[in-house]
């Protein structure tokens, strides 16, 4: 069994989907941070949920809640930022708007984890950013001076670290726009 803290961000503003709160917006009936839940594997020893609002009712899918330190809504990075703050050893960071993860994408990603890089899912399609594994102690501070610099991109961080592509068959799949949600893609 691997043990680690599962990060999930959920803290944005959703304005790709028209304002609404991402991870609690509803498929099939149930939210989609429940979705990302239910199809995890292996299972999380704690889970922190980055959130920016609505955090008593994310409270029922997590160990901790917490929002950004910084004003704004300055992006996932900020989320990140406040989760690895609460966080120690293995962490594994996921978007809230993942519908489904590809079997084997977790396990590979905690597999290749290092004290030494940060892993990455890397889908046929490109580099997914917010899905990646890493242990929390090295990588704190330089997220923090990126951050404070008042860079926001994830991809931008990325390029300055040591990073290890792990390779993911098929792409992902975010629900990260209303068309794609009423679409179901």
């Known amino acids: 069994m691997v043990e680690y803290t599962l990060i999930i961000l959920a803290g944005g503003q959703g304005q790709r989907m028209g304002g609404a709160d991402k991870g609690l917006v ?3 009936g149930k939210p989609l941070v429940a979705h990302l839940l239910d199809n995890l594997l292996p299972r999380p020893t704690r889970i922190v949920i980055s959130a920016n609002r609505n955090a008593d009712r994310y409270q029922a899918w997590a160990d901790q809640v917490v929002a950004d330190r910084r ?4 992006g996932p990075l900020a989320g990140l930022e406040a989760a690895l703050g609460e966080a120690h050893g293995l ?3 996921l978007p809230c708007d993942l519908l489904t993860l590809p079997t084997a994408m ?4 905690l597999a290749a984890a290092s004290m030494e890089h940060i892993c990455v899912a890397h889908d046929p ?3 997914q950013p917010l899905c990646l594994a890493l242990y929390a102690e090295p990588w704190r501070d330089s997220l923090s001076e990126y951050l404070d610099a008042g860079k926001r991109s994830a991809h931008g961080w990325l390029d300055q670290l040591c990073v290890q592509p792990v390779t993911v068959a098929t792409p992902l799949q975010n629900l990260n726009h209303s068309e794609r949600l009423a679409r179901g893609t």
């Open 106 to 109: 977790t396990e590979d990603l």
């Open 26 to 28: 509803e498929v099939d």
């Open 91 to 93: 962490c594994l960071c």
């Open 71 to 74: 004003d704004g809504f300055p």
């Open 125 to 127: 399609l490109r580099r």
